[in-house]
């Protein structure tokens, strides 16, 4: 009886010292770091060109008038695991182009392959490139920190959004 004790006395702290050593990766996974943020936004800019359809700030005011209407990402109500799934698989017969290079391959995306999706009569678009796991997780890092949920775009925003003041704030309220 006396071994129980001591064993539930032993017990208490371990837990409590597991349970911050829990918080610890979880708050820094909702917590992306400054640079995981910039890396995740110049890959939205440049590499993958979501602002060709999303608009710079991800508000559906695309840049190009020759793309598809993109999604106001600002107003989405995604969370990490859709927008990681999204953004990889695309959202087929709405011209959201997949940006896994093997989607629609193998199992990835539903279990569905290109050949399902021409029998479904789905188009996708081509994606301009495609995008690494690890850089998808850093895009998802921008978008939940500066796009998604995040509101309409002014003044405040815009230069938090660019890290900086830059003269397209200046036209914002
Ligand atoms: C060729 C145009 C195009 C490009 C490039 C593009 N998208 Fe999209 N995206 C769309 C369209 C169109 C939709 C769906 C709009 C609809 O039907 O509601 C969409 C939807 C989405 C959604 C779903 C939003 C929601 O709440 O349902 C997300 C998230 C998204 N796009 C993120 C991205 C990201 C991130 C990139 C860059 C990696 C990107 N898109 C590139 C056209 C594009």
Known sequence: MKRHGIARRWLVPVAA???VAWIGPAAALA?????NIA???RLYHQKADCQACHGWSGDGMKMDNQSPDGAN?????????QLVFVIKCGLPGR?????????????RCLGRTRRDLDRMGLRLPEPGATLQN???ERLVDF????????GEMNRARCVDFWGEEVDVCNALP
């Open 134 to 136: 690890r850089e998808v």
């Open 143 to 150: 978008l939940l920190a500066k796009v998604v949920g995040q």
């Open 39 to 41: 890396a995740g936004r």
């Open 95 to 107: 011209e959201m182009p997949a940006f896994d290079r093997l989607a629609y391959t193998d199992g």
């Open 31 to 35: 917590q992306p770091s400054d640079r």
């Open 17 to 19: 010292v597991a349970g």
């Open 73 to 81: 990402l600002r107003e989405s109500s995604l969370g990490r695991e």
